[in-house]
């Protein structure tokens, strides 16, 4: 099956730091990956979309310069929270779907970053 | 935009069978989505309705009525490993980016 994988999978770093986290579909190409962010106990939240060779699309309210997305290739998406402080702290989950497949295939995600910030 | 409710937490016994509903507002569309997620892990797909009616595997189901804007996950014979938090989740239009937007999450425990 369709298989994503994140990287890193935990990161711990001082305020200030940039954190790159990248997203790679394994088997499958997509055009489009998405990236979510998760608080604890609180459902997952839509950051942007990751749209190969283009911009990417922020959702209302997060800031396009603090989290820069990066999709160079149908394989690869990064995301980098750039001078992240604590309040940057949480779970960050990449998913995507195949391009190439049915309409009705679903969207997969990857294991998740847990970033904390001291 | 859209918005999505489900309950917040259901608790139930070993073999027993529950019932998780959702209904959502949405513009666009394109189909409902089930997910389960362990503490600390990630989401993983567990079912997918884009038309009316009932989808069965093994021992979860899913139900969808658009003209009501309404579905369900049905967990049968429940077990211990089955303890998760559960998310519907609204699929929108290609146009609207094919984008996924998650409900609260409903917390399943399981007890022996």
């Known amino acids: 099956g369709a298989v994503v994988s994140q990287h890193p999978s935990r990161v711990i770093c001082k305020s200030g730091t940039s954190v790159k986290i990248e997203c790679r579909s394994l088997?499958?190409?997509?055009?489009?990956m998405f990236w979510y962010r998760q608080f604890p106990k609180q459902s997952l939240m839509l950051m942007a979309t990751?749209?190969?060779?283009?911009?990417?699309?922020?959702e209302q309210g997060v800031e396009k310069d603090k989290f820069l997305i990066n999709h160079a290739s149908l394989t690869l998406s990064t995301l980098t929270v750039t001078s992240a402080h604590p309040e940057d702290s949480s779970f960050y989950i990449c998913?995507?779907?195949?391009?190439?497949?049915?309409?009705?295939?679903?969207?997969?995600f990857g294991d998740g970053t847990r970033l904390s910030i001291l | 935009g859209q918005s999505l409710e489900q309950p917040s937490e259901v608790t139930a016994v070993e073999g027993a069978i529950v019932q998780i509903n959702c209904t959502y507002q949405t513009s666009g569309f394109y189909g409902l989505s089930w997910y389960q997620q362990h503490d600390g892990g990630a989401p993983t797909f567990l079912s997918y309705?884009?038309?009316?009616g009932l989808e069965e595997t093994g021992r979860f189901s899913s139900f969808l009525s658009r003209s009501d804007s309404y579905g369900y996950l049905l967990l049968q014979e429940l077990q211990m490993k089955d303890s998760a938090s559960y998310f519907c989740?609204?699929?929108?239009?290609?146009?609207?980016?094919?984008?996924?937007?998650f409900g609260g999450g409903t917390r399943v425990l399981v007890k022996p």
């Open positions: 990751s749209n190969e060779g283009s911009k990417a699309t922020y």
């Open positions: 088997d499958f190409q997509a055009t489009t």
């Open positions: 998913s995507a779907r195949d391009t190439n497949g049915s309409s009705n295939q679903p969207q997969h």
């Open positions: 989740a609204v699929r929108a239009l290609k146009a609207a980016g094919n984008k996924l937007t």
């Open positions: 309705n884009a038309l009316d």
